[in-house]
């Protein structure tokens, strides 16, 4: 107990010399213990994991159990076999865990189902009332035997965890999950691997106490580094020593859970609603490679765009992905792009912009991937008439209509010469196409492509989704000539109107 006072007082102390520090000294790296928390967490992480996350892991979990009962003197305990049969599935999220206590000529049972919208338990074959507010209490109490997937937890919400400080060769990072619970791991500081968690606990009678998992012998299984051994002390008592036996573990692979459809609007050319977020997105399959148009309005809508393309394209790159410009409504999904290593075609002036996205962390988020700054990858377009080609005869042409658009400086229309479909932004009022005269976003499309001599036939707009046509003529919105002869022969109108 010694040893518990001493941590404690550093502990205090560690804290407030930190705060008092941080004004001081501010790092240009870690500004503060979360986000050094969470940095040594991540190398900790990758170094038991090898970068790969945990999906499915399936575990076999026994040895002695010291069962502190009703006996003839205090503190008296005897020991029992315990035989855990784990299963943990979806990231760590679902649990279904059942647990064999042997005593004397009889064994009890405990089970655990916990899923996102489910929760049943039963301890000693006794049902036990619990809600989905109690999910992170028992998925904890299973995933405490298993320090990667442990981690993996820790690290889901960067805001639950704070650096404490460094004393005795370990690393100590405290967490405190949903459910209230308070951890304390500590992290050898040569190894990088977890020695124990502490969990500081409370009994009505005996007062504050500390449950310890100590993680022992760890070895090689499937390019994860495991301990093979967990001994728990309550206090200075060993109460469990166990064995951990993986039978199986699977590496997980990110995948948004939204799925998406594609519409098919020319030979090559496919139009994505995203309808959570009222955009659409196109996709150009260039036949060796594809091209996406407008990242959408958020990281959870660019990570859906790229996992629902990775399937429907299985094994082609997604080359380039461009930007018309720099609202959010937009490009708001870039950073998807970005840590998929995807060029982004976007104009100079929005460089500045997009290197800010890139250069943030996310680590209160759950829903970005990459937590720390990545770099991206440019393609500026800087002349009229840029062409993206592919083998073959498909081309993509990229026009600056910037100031023209009257919405930003700087902005990209794209066109395919071979279907006559232009792709834009939000210049047109697509919920209400009937004739009417045009407002000055409009007339500065029309009168740009009939300037640059672009025989559009089609328009794709990405913004709204909502009670717009997914693709629509461009004679919707061409106002129609005011000479009398021309409304008076369509035959003539043809002919007048064709920029061929």
């Known amino acids: 107990m010694l040893q518990r006072v001493i941590i404690s007082f550093f502990i205090a102390g560690f804290l407030l010399s930190s705060v008092n520090q941080s004004f001081a000294q501010p790092s240009s790296t870690i500004t503060n213990n979360i986000e050094r928390a969470h940095s040594l967490l991540t190398d900790v992480y990758q170094e038991l994991n090898y970068n790969n996350t945990i999906n499915d892991v399936v575990l076999h979990v026994h040895g002695s159990f010291k069962y502190e009962g009703h006996y003839a003197t205090p ?65 904890y109490e299973s995933a405490i035997y ?22 005795d060769g370990n690393h100590i990072i405290r967490h405190d999950n949903k459910a209230g619970g308070v951890y304390f791991m500590y992290i050898n500081t040569k190894t990088y691997f977890p020695e124990r968690v502490d969990q500081p606990k409370y009994n009505d009678v005996t007062g504050d106490y500390y449950v310890s998992t100590y993680y022992k012998h760890y070895d090689l299984f499937d390019g994860f580094q495991i301990p093979t051994e967990v001994v728990v002390k309550k206090d200075s008592n060993i109460i469990y020593n166990l064995k951990v036996d993986v039978e199986e573990i699977l590496p997980g692979i990110e995948s948004s859970s939204i799925t998406l459809n594609q519409k098919k609007v020319g030979e090559w050319l496919y139009v994505i609603p995203l309808p959570k977020w009222n955009t659409k997105a196109v996709l150009a399959d260039m036949k060796d490679f594809l091209v996406v148009f407008e990242p959408s309005a958020s990281p959870e809508a660019g990570y859906a765009l790229i996992d629902n393309i990775k399937k429907a394209y299985p094994g082609k790159e997604i080359k380039y992905c461009v930007v018309s410009h720099h609202h959010p409504d937009h490009m708001g999904g870039v950073r998807a792009f970005i840590e998929e290593g995807i060029t982004i075609v976007t104009t100079k002036g929005n460089e500045a912009y997009i290197d800010k996205i890139a250069g943030n ?31 073959g005869s498909r081309t993509i042409r990229l026009y600056l209509l910037n100031k023209k658009s009257y919405h930003t400086d700087e902005y990209i229309i794209s066109y395919i010469p071979s279907e006559k479909i232009l792709i834009e932004g939000d210049l047109i009022k697509t919920w209400d196409l009937r004739q009417r005269s045009l407002d000055r976003r409009e007339k500065g499309l029309v009168e740009y492509l009939n300037d640059m001599k672009i025989n559009t036939k089609q328009i794709i707009q990405t913004w709204p989704l909502e009670k717009a046509p997914l693709i629509f003529d461009y004679e919707r919105i061409k106002p129609e000539p005011n000479s009398k002869f021309l409304r008076g022969s369509k035959k003539v109108l043809e002919v007048f109107t064709n920029d061929e």
């Open 75 to 139: 503190n008296e305990m005897k020991d029992y076999k315990m035989s855990s049969h784990i299963t943990f599935e979806n990231n760590g999220k679902t649990l279904d865990r059942s647990d064999s206590f042997s005593r004397i000529n009889s064994a009890v049972l405990s089970t655990y189902k916990v899923s996102q919208d489910h929760i049943e338990v039963s301890i000693e074959g006794k049902k036990t009332e619990a809600t989905l507010a109690d999910k992170n209490k028992y998925i």
């Open 146 to 167: 298993f320090p990667n997937l442990m981690l993996q937890l820790m690290l889901e919400d960067a805001s639950q965890n704070t650096f404490i400080g460094t004393v």
């Open 361 to 391: 962390r996310h680590m209160f988020s759950p829903a970005v991937r990459t937590k720390k700054n990545v770099i991206p990858k440019y393609l500026f377009i800087n002349q009229n008439e840029y062409e993206i080609k592919a083998l």
